[in-house]
């Protein structure tokens, strides 16, 4: 991704045994109600795992404004870090600069030095970047995902604008090499960026990915399709699958040759257009007949993982935003567009649903075992399970609006909640958690009064009415009883909501959290549900998010 805007489908507390604030009053909820929906837990089964690593975020400093991204993720309780986006492409290790290519004037400078507010006097000190990104991460007791470069050549300097004429190879850049030989005690020569002896060093310094303080997982680069666009100082022309392929596989056996218990994470594509055929490559039609580009990426590091008898790739990384025909939902705060992100994530899982946007004509082919599809996750997951069994899904950039507003915190919460219930491995926001995105992560990662965060087994849960209303459902794996339920009214009405449970007999609610526009920070609410018609019933506000502690 981009840290700047990028446009056009190209680019890409306290608990209260009484009813809370008036909302359950001495009149029928269902008569004070916008809608009636009914929530169906299936409480008696040992649910499917949650990954705890979908609650991450992307390192970007302050290039949002406001607080460092650093200081918002520990508030918001993120589990994993992720250090990519576009100038990590050009990220030099040596020497810390970067190239920022068509986002801002293809200037080699400190961008991401300036960014995490690190002194000048440090700068020239090797892996600064990645190191500082790392102990942070370590600090908040959160997993690193740290990406590393395969477009050829990373910036030499911090001189500024770079032009056409002194486009790779020229003196305003440096090759990189992926072959092993220097060691991590070894002279580092700054003609070249070793990345077998960054990653030698790194390991050298925190340990494998198997220790307590080793780095977790390498992505293999970002958005390689769109290299030719984003970065034409470095890749004058559009990249070949086969050359993409190559270079992707000699990295991922640098990386398991340095850390053999580090995951490796690719391809990182951007969207749609790169998931089909790798944004119309040169050299698609050698590999059409995979269904799509993803299957073919997948095919290769399959034969590779066979030959070499080691998993080379562990996560199939995509990036997925939403779009709209009705405008930008990247970081909106406009309430025109409210209900466009409250729709957005349905795209993600439910089966019929299309999105008003050119997504739907880009995967309008799709279907089978190879192809990518809507919904898409279940998509991503056939072709995962059809060529590489075993690899796991990760969306390490996504966005669902911005923090200024209700609905973006809704929207991101649902998300949160559909990574879950899918089997997510790995999952990290773009941009600061500030706002309502900061709550939509503390809706799921604060402790409640019982000393309870939503648990790591998904229930599953069925939901009579409309889309407006999702919900999502877990227990927990340490073997203490209850469930934990979040609902999330995307409506502008109130909502009456009955509640059922497949094996437990009208449990007691311990626990209320939840955000709103009355309760614009999540935090505990006197909104204990009444007992009613043998289950529970609750009023939801209009566009509010709750989660019960059931015990």
Not at 35 to 46: A, H, K, L, N, S
Not at 237 to 254: C, N, V, Y
Request: net charge negative; proline share 7%; charged share 20%.
């Amino acid at each position: 991704m981009s840290y700047r805007h990028r446009a056009g489908p190209t680019r890409r507390t306290v608990l209260a045994g009484g009813l809370g604030s008036g909302l359950l009053g001495a009149l029928p909820a269902r008569a004070q109600s916008g809608g009636r929906w009914m929530v169906r837990m299936q409480d008696g089964g040992p649910g499917t795992p949650i990954s705890p690593l979908i609650y991450g975020s992307n390192e970007i400093g302050t290039m949002d404004g406001g607080a460092p991204s650093a200081e918002l993720d520990r508030a918001a309780g993120v589990t994993a870090r992720r250090l990519g986006g576009n100038l990590m492409t050009t990220y030099n290790w040596v020497n810390n600069a970067a190239n920022s290519g068509k986002d801002y004037h293809h200037a080699n400078g400190p961008f991401l030095l300036n960014a995490l507010g690190l002194a000048e006097s440090e700068w020239q000190k090797p892996a600064l970047l990645i190191e500082t990104m790392h102990e942070a991460s370590l600090a908040m007791g959160a997993k690193s995902l740290v990406t590393v470069p395969l477009a050829g050549y990373v910036a030499a300097d911090f001189a500024g604008p770079v032009p056409p004429e002194a486009s790779a190879p020229s003196p305003r850049f440096v090759p990189t090499r992926w072959e092993p030989g220097a060691k991590a005690g070894d002279p580092i020569v700054p003609a070249v960026a070793d990345i077998p002896q960054l990653l030698a060093r790194l390991v050298a310094r925190y340990g494998g990915a198997d220790s307590e303080r080793g780095i977790h997982a390498y992505a293999l680069d970002n958005e390689p399709g769109l290299w030719a666009e984003t970065h034409p100082r470095v890749v004058t022309s559009k990249p070949t699958i086969r050359a993409f392929l190559d270079r992707s596989l000699a990295a991922a056996r640098a990386i398991k040759r340095a850390d053999p218990a580090a995951r490796v994470f690719g391809p990182v594509s951007w969207g749609a257009s790169e998931m089909v055929s790798f944004q119309d490559a040169p050299d698609w039609s050698d590999y059409r007949q995979h269904g799509s580009f993803l299957a073919a990426y997948l095919d290769a590091f399959r034969t590779a993982s066979e030959q070499d008898g080691i998993r080379l790739l562990d996560a199939l990384d995509v990036h997925w935003y939403p779009y709209s025909n009705r405008g930008d939902l990247f970081r909106s705060e406009d309430p025109a567009l409210a209900a466009a992100l409250l729709d957005a994530p349905r795209s993600l899982t439910e089966a019929g649903f299309r999105e008003d946007s050119w997504v739907v004509r880009a995967l309008a082919d799709a279907g089978g075992d190879r192809e990518v599809g809507l919904p898409l996750l279940p998509s991503l997951r056939r072709i995962a399970d059809h060529v590489f069994p075993g690899t796991e899904l990760a969306v390490t950039e996504f966005n669902y609006g911005g923090a200024g507003q209700i609905a973006s915190g809704l929207a991101l919460a649902d998300v949160l909640g559909r990574f879950g219930q899918q089997g997510v491995s790995f999952a990290t926001h773009w941009g600061s958690l500030a706002g309502s995105l900061g709550d939509a992560y503390r809706l799921f990662r604060s402790t409640d009064a019982t000393g309870r965060r939503f648990g790591d087994r998904s229930l599953p849960v069925t939901i009579e009415g409309t889309p407006d209303l999702v919900a999502y459902a877990s227990t927990s794996e340490d073997g203490k009883p209850g469930v934990q339920l979040i609902v999330i009214n995307k409506s502008d009405s109130s909502a009456t909501v009955d509640l059922r449970f497949e094996a437990t007999e009208t449990p007691d609610c311990l626990s209320v959290l939840g955000f709103d526009a009355a309760n614009p920070t999540t935090t505990e609410l006197a909104e204990i549900p009444i007992q009613f018609d043998g289950g529970q019933q609750v009023l939801l506000p209009a566009r509010s998010a709750r989660r019960y502690s059931f015990g």
